[in-house]
C-alpha cells in the first residue's frame, strides 16, 4: 500500500532523525485515533437527552449504540482488502471524511431514524481508523523506534474515551446534545489536511479480490454476536425468540468462515496468520486489554451517579484520573519496551488486576480519592501494557500481513471490550437481584435493631414513608454487590491473563 522505501529499514538513530514528515504522520494517526475513541463514550453521555429530544422509548433509544458498535464490527475486518484497494492516502482520505461527516448528521438528525443511520455511518467509516493508524506507524517507522510511534499512537486510543464525556458534557451544558457531535467536526477537518500532506507518497493501489463468502459469512457472526451481547440483557437472553436465532445464525455462520478460511486458496482473513506464535499471544492479549479497557469506564458513571448522587461533571473528572495514569506511562514505557518487554507486559497487567481488586473493596461511601486513584492506576496498567504488546505482536509478522493483521488485532480486542461489557452488566444486574432478596430476610420489625432508640426514625419499618426509605437503601446496598462482583470478575481476568506474557518470543528492538 506503501511505496519501496517504507520496505527499507532506515539507518538506526533516535526520534530526532526523523523527518518532518513522519511527525506528520505521528499526529494525523494520533489526531483521528483520538477522535474515533471519544466517541465511544460520548454517545452513552448524552443518551438520556437524545431520548427526550426524540420521544424514543430506552429500547430504541438503544439502537443507536447497538447499530454503531454493528456497522463497526463489520467494517474492521474489511480493513486490509480496503487498504490494498485505496491505498493509504485514499482509505485515510474517506474513512476520516465519512466519519467527520456522518458525526455533523448525528448533531443535524431530526429524528430517530436520521440518527440511527448517521451513527451507523459513523461506526462504519470510523472502524478502519485504528487499525489502519496501526499498519501504517508499524509500516514507517524502523522497528527500534515503533515503540515511540505506538506510544503517540496510543494517546489517541486511551485519551479519547476518556477526554470524550469532559468535553462532551461541557459542550452539552453550553448548548445541548448536538453539540457533542459537532465538536468533532472541526478536528476531523484538520485530520483531512494532514492526511493530504502525510500521506502524499503512500497512494499505491493493487486490484484485489474480495472473498465475498468469507466476507459475508464474518459480517453476519459478527453481526449476531454484537446483538447478542448487547440486547440479550434487554431481552433476557435465550428466553427471547430474537436471542436464540441470532445465536444459531451467528454460530452457523461462524462455521461456514471458519471451513471456508481453511479451504479457501485465498481467503478473506488467512488463518496462517495465526501460526505466527507473537501475533496469536498477543491477540489474545489485545482480547483482554480490550476487557479491561472500558468495563470500568462503563460501570463507573451509573454507580456514582445512582449510588452516590454525583453530578456529571465530578464524575467526568474522576474518571479522568484514567488519562492521567495513561500519560504517566507514555514518560517511560518507550525505554522499557525496549529492554524488558515481556516484564512490562506482565506489570501491565498485575498493576491493572490490583486496580480492579482495590475497586471490588469499595463499599457504598467510596470516597473521591478511593475512585480517582484507582481509575490511575487502571490506565497505568493499561499503557504499560499496550505498548510492548502491540510491537511484540507485530514483532514476528511479515510487513506484507501488518495491515490484515491490525484488522484482525482490534477486531479482537473491540470483541473483548463488548463481550466483557455484557457479562459485566449481567453480573451486575443478577447478582444484585439476588443481593436484594437476601438482604430483604434481615429487614423486619421484630429485628431487636429496630426498636434501639439510636436507629434512624426515618428508617421506621411500622410506618409506611420509612419501609419504603428502608428499601431504597437495601437496593443501594444489593446494587454496590453486584458492582463489586462486576470489578472483582475484572481483576481475575487480569490476573489470569498474566502469565501470556511469558508465551511471547523475546526479540530485540535496541
Known amino acids: 500500500m506503501g511505496t519501496d522505501v517504507n520496505a527499507v529499514e532506515p539507518s538506526r538513530g533516535g526520534i530526532l532523525s526523523l523527518t518532518g514528515q513522519q511527525w506528520l504522520i505521528v499526529f494525523m494517526v494520533q489526531l483521528s485515533n483520538m477522535l474515533f475513541n ?7 453521555l448524552v443518551l438520556p437527552q437524545m431520548r427526550g429530544t426524540l420521544s424514543a422509548t430506552q429500547d430504541e ?13 463489520i467494517a474492521t475486518p474489511m480493513t486490509a482488502w480496503l487498504a490494498g484497494r485505496l491505498g493509504w492516502r485514499k482509505m485515510m482520505l474517506v474513512t476520516v471524511g465519512g466519519f467527520t461527516f456522518a458525526s455533523l448528521l448525528c448533531g443535524l438528525a431530526t429524528s430517530l431514524e436520521t440518527l440511527i443511520l448517521a451513527r451507523v455511518m459513523q461506526g462504519a467509516f470510523g472502524a478502519p481508523i485504528a487499525p489502519l493508524g496501526q499498519a501504517i506507524l508499524l509500516a514507517t517507522f524502523p522497528r527500534h523506534l515503533q515503540p515511540f510511534a505506538l506510544v503517540m499512537w496510543g494517546v489517541g486510543s486511551v485519551f479519547g474515551p476518556v477526554v470524550g464525556p469532559i468535553l462532551g458534557a461541557m459542550a452539552t451544558e453550553a448548548w445541548n446534545w448536538r453539540a457533542a457531535f459537532f465538536m468533532i467536526v472541526p478536528p476531523g477537518i484538520a485530520t483531512l489536511v494532514c492526511i493530504w500532506f502525510a500521506l502524499k507518497e503512500h497512494t499505491t493501489a493493487k486490484a484485489l479480490r474480495l472473498d465475498w463468502i468469507g466476507f459475508i459469512a464474518l459480517a453476519i457472526a459478527l453481526v449476531c454476536a454484537q446483538l447478542v451481547l448487547d440486547r440479550g ?77 454525583y453530578p456529571e461533571d465530578v464524575i467526568s473528572v474522576l474518571i ?54 484507582s481509575h490511575y492506576l487502571m490506565g497505568l496498567g493499561n499503557s504499560v501494557a499496550f505498548t510492548p504488546m502491540t510491537v511484540m505482536a507485530f514483532s514476528t509478522l511479515p510487513r506484507e500481513k501488518i495491515t490484515e493483521g491490525a484488522a484482525i488485532f482490534t477486531m479482537m480486542r473491540n470483541f473483548g471490550s463488548s463481550l466483557f461489557i455484557s457479562l459485566s452488566v449481567l453480573v451486575l444486574i443478577r447478582t444484585s437481584s439476588i443481593s436484594y432478596a437476601e438482604l430483604a430476610e434481615f429487614v423486619t ?47 481475575a481476568v487480569a490476573a489470569v491473563a498474566i502469565p501470556l506474557a511469558v508465551c511471547l518470543r523475546k526479540t530485540s528492538y535496541r
Open 445 to 491: 420489625a421484630y429485628r431487636p435493631i429496630f426498636s434501639d432508640p439510636a436507629f434512624p426514625a426515618m428508617w421506621n419499618p411500622e410506618a409506611a414513608e420509612g419501609l419504603m426509605r428502608l428499601s431504597r437503601e437495601v437496593q443501594r446496598q444489593a446494587n454496590m454487590i453486584g458492582y463489586i462482583n462486576a470489578f472483582t470478575m475484572m481483576a
Open 233 to 309: 440483557q434487554r431481552m433476557d437472553w435465550f428466553d427471547s425468540t430474537e436471542i436464540v436465532i441470532c445465536t444459531l445464525v451467528g454460530a452457523l455462520a461462524f462455521w461456514v468462515f471458519v471451513v471456508h478460511c481453511l479451504t479457501s486458496k485465498d481467503p478473506f482473513l488467512d488463518p496462517r496468520i495465526l501460526l505466527d506464535r507473537n501475533f496469536a499471544v498477543g491477540t489474545l492479549i489485545a482480547f483482554v486489554i480490550g476487557v479491561l479497557s472500558f468495563t470500568s469506564l462503563v460501570l463507573f458513571p451509573t454507580l456514582l451517579h445512582d449510588l452516590r448522587g
Open 320 to 373: 479522568s484520573a484514567r488519562g492521567l495514569g495513561n500519560w504517566t506511562a507514555f514518560l517511560f514505557i518507550t525505554q522499557l519496551t525496549r529492554i524488558a518487554p515481556r516484564f512490562a507486559i506482565g506489570a501491565g497487567l498485575a498493576i491493572q488486576a490490583a486496580a480492579g481488586f482495590w475497586m471490588s473493596q469499595f463499599d457504598i461511601n467510596v470516597t473521591h480519592s478511593a475512585v480517582f486513584w
Open 38 to 44: 471519544m466517541t465511544i463514550t460520548l454517545a452513552n
Open 61 to 73: 433509544i438503544s439502537w443507536v449504540i447497538t447499530l454503531n458498535l454493528v456497522a463497526t464490527a
